[in-house]
């Protein structure tokens, strides 16, 4: 029986009740889920992240579940006619693996290509990443939290060592005297965690917020910073600038913690509040105003997320923030620090365990010798046969289908014809495929275009973990199981490396039991820089999940991180010197406006789920492109019309919605939607070095009434 359970039961029965958590952002809230006669239903469940409260997509998600659209069979193309048809799961899975394996012996091993998905558990990422390493012997895996949090990621780990978003607990929020939001609208990405802020502010304490646009979060802040998109990594440094003029520096915590400030000293002395003012349209006042909060307020806590990230040089931008933190002295102090904003529901665990394309588990470089020997004697495999790192997101997914690139694609939990940046571009390369395979549990617009479809368990119907924003890992607990032609994505590629290889070894080797699959985890994790050798199932079920790092199933777990030291050789932080450069694209008189996206309460993602969801949809029923009334009106364009947005890659047609909370240089729209409002169609593919995070938030765009 699952842990948490009551019996399964039969119309007139004892209701089945089960502790588990809400299938959406990386709060995880924790919910209570009953089954009786009427259907399934959401409880609230007192949980620290939530502590009883869950957003209207929260409350909704079992809608999903017994969905008119649910995929409750595989489907296989037809040669002949072009459309998907049922077909039974040696059907479908003999076309996958005979397509892998010509592709294969044909054009090579990494011909073939993984793309996985933020909100798979940690069992399944786990399992995603050494089924493409094991069974396919591919290079080629990554996943859409590239598009998520590699650039947090990234400046996490040349910094402190270690990447986890959030180093210390969510209720630091609620404590702190300052708390600087940069790119984050929680109030309809993840509005749990607005009680902490609310909390903040009734405590005496000052919210800052900087964003482009008036949000549901900027009209609770104390102060909004509205800065031209693109141009946060400049304020940043004005901010250091002036705590530096000021004499707001902590030097014992910079000469005792850290190393590397004098370079950053320099490379900050250019960035004078008036210079920063005029790339940013941020007033002086306001900048030394935030300086001064940050400065003197006693507890600060800085926290990004996506507005901040989503950018080709988001590294370098995050890099400037967490230099901000440091100069402070706020990492380790409790009520202070640097954190990110984790956006999927496991974008953290997602990305500590195999998927991302240099990765192996326990966060382990894949070009580390020592770390390939460790996760191969776990798998039981030669290291040597294991393959070297592949490329990020954006770069895999542009070669698809292409001379050198791969020939076929297995995708789990995304949908890049929506989601992906340039993505009609990422759509035609989905076309180009010789195999294209999506595992979900609806058709999504990428499994609308596959070439086989894979039915999979949804949440409430399979066990495992999960990891939230805090490094809080989690146990979702089933319900009920899936329905009878329905696998879990384990099983489905347990049968594959089956039918890839060895029937009897790939049985050992790719078990079917999620606890069992974490349990191998934890040794793969053991001694990693995401260490979860100490997490078992049983210990997550005693207290309110286990945090990682947590070596030691005797030892404590690490909810606070950089008290004592770093996750560096010599335990100091580094700080890394970094400039504001102009975006990838810059505006002229034939693209003369900015363009930047983001999302709506109502709606998650690519909208996959949550556009079927009737009270969702009603919410938030079709996509739209927000502009200043003085720019609406230079362009005749008056509330509720069509428009149509245009860059070099792309257009979207919608509604204009007016608002006189954006600025009048820059156009904003929801990337949920597909069709004609999709927003991707238009944004721009220019990735940052470093982390591979294409620049979602600023492109040039015209905007003509339709």
């Given amino acids: 029986m699952t842990d948490g359970a009551r019996p399964a039961t039969r119309s007139g029965r004892t209701p089945r009740e089960v502790a588990t958590h809400c299938p959406y952002c990386a709060l995880q809230c924790g919910m209570t889920l009953r089954q009786d006669e009427a259907g399934v239903s959401v409880l609230p469940r007192q949980f620290p992240t939530n502590?009883?409260?869950?957003?209207?997509?929260?409350?909704t998600s079992a809608e999903l579940l017994d969905h008119p659209d649910r995929l409750t069979t595989p489907l296989v193309r037809d040669p002949a006619s072009g459309e998907l048809r049922p077909a039974t799961w040696d059907a479908a899975l003999d076309r996958v693996a005979t397509g892998v394996r010509a592709i294969q012996d044909s054009s090579g091993r990494d011909a073939v290509a993984v793309f996985g998905g933020g909100g798979l558990t940690n069992e399944k990422a786990y399992a995603l990443g050494k089924?493409?390493?094991?069974?396919?012997?591919?290079?080629?895996?990554?996943?859409?939290?590239?598009?998520?949090?590699?650039?947090?990621?990234?400046?996490?780990?040349?910094?402190?060592?270690?990447?986890?978003g959030?180093?210390?607990p969510l209720s630091d929020l609620g404590q702190t005297d300052t708390l600087l939001l940069v790119g984050a609208n929680p109030a309809e990405t993840m509005p749990p965690l607005v009680r902490w802020l609310t909390e903040q502010r009734q405590g005496g304490g000052k919210l800052i917020v900087v964003d482009p646009r008036v949000t549901a979060?900027?009209?609770?802040?104390?102060?909004?910073?509205q800065p031209l998109p693109g141009t946060d990594l400049a304020v940043a440094n004005a901010l250091l600038h002036i705590a530096l003029t000021e004499g707001w520096v902590d030097q014992a915590y910079v000469a005792e913690r850290t190393t590397g400030f004098e370079a950053v000293r320099r490379s900050v002395a250019a960035w004078w509040p008036a210079r920063a003012e005029q790339l940013s349209g941020v007033p002086v006042a306001d900048l030394e105003a935030t300086a001064r909060a940050l400065g003197t307020g006693g507890r600060v806590i800085i926290l990004t997320a996506r507005g901040a990230e989503q950018h080709a040089k988001g590294v370098d931008t995050v890099t400037a923030y967490v230099n901000l933190a440091l100069a402070l002295g706020l990492p380790g102090r409790p009520g202070s620090g640097y954190g990110c904003l984790t956006g999927q529901g496991n974008g953290q665990g997602g990305r500590e365990h195999g998927q991302k394309a240099d990765q192996l588990p326990g966060y382990r470089r894949i070009d580390d010798p020592a770390a390939r020997e460790h996760v191969a004697g776990v798998w039981g495999v030669p290291a040597d046969e294991l393959p070297g790192p592949g490329v990020p997101a954006y770069r895999l997914l542009d070669s698809l289908g292409t001379a050198d690139g791969p020939r076929a694609l297995l995708v789990f939990g995304s949908n890049p014809v929506v989601s992906a940046p340039r993505a009609a571009r990422i759509e035609g390369r989905l076309r180009d495929l010789d195999l294209l395979v999506v595992a979900d549990l609806l058709l999504s617009e990428t499994a609308a275009l596959a070439d086989v479809v894979l039915p999979t368990a949804q949440w409430a119907e399979e066990d495992g973990t999960m990891t939230?924003?805090?490094?809080?890992?989690?146990r979702r607990r089933a319900l009920r199981p899936p329905p009878p032609d329905v696998r879990?994505?384990?099983?489905?590629?347990a049968d594959l490396a089956g039918r890839l290889g060895d029937p009897e070894t790939a049985a050992t080797r790719f078990p079917t039991d999620p606890a069992i699959v974490f349990g191998e985890l934890r040794r793969a994790s053991a001694g990693g820089i995401a260490d979860y050798a100490g997490i078992t199932w049983d210990r997550i079920d005693a207290a309110d999940g286990v945090h990682w790092p947590c070596p030691s199933a005797d030892g404590p777990d690490t909810p606070r991180l950089f008290a004592d030291r770093f996750a560096t050789p010599d335990g100091r932080a580094r700080f890394h010197p970094v400039d504001h450069r102009p975006a990838a694209e810059e505006v002229c008189a034939t693209y003369p406006l900015h363009f930047t996206t983001g999302r709506v309460l109502a709606q998650y993602q690519s909208g996959t789920q949550t556009r079927r969801v009737p009270a969702l949809r009603r919410a938030a029923p079709e996509a739209f492109v927000e502009l200043h009334p003085d720019l609406a009106a230079r362009l005749g364009i008056e509330n509720g019309d069509p428009v149509r947005v245009t860059s070099r890659r792309g257009e979207l047609r919608a509604?204009?919605?007016?608002?006189?909370?954006?600025?009048p240089d820059t156009v904003f729209a929801p990337f949920h939607w597909p069709g004609a409002g999709r927003a991707n169609s238009v944004t721009n593919d220019a990735v940052d070095p470093i982390s591979g995070m294409p620049e979602f938030k600023i492109c040039a765009v015209r905007v003509e009434k339709a």
């Avoid at 879990?488 to 590629?493: S, W």
Wanted: glycine share 10%.
């Fill in 166 to 168: 959030l180093p210390f």
């Fill in 131 to 164: 089924f493409a390493r094991v069974a396919l012997r591919t290079r080629n895996i990554d996943y859409n939290g590239r598009f998520c949090m590699s650039s947090a990621a990234a400046a996490g780990m040349r910094a402190f060592g270690i990447d986890r």
């Fill in 217 to 225: 979060t900027a009209r609770q802040a104390d102060l909004h910073l």
């Fill in 51 to 59: 502590r009883g409260g869950l957003c209207q997509k929260g409350w």
């Fill in 655 to 663: 509604p204009a919605r007016l608002s006189p909370g954006i600025r």
């Fill in 468 to 474: 939230n924003l805090e490094g809080r890992v989690l």
């Fill in 488 to 493: 879990t994505d384990l099983a489905i590629l």
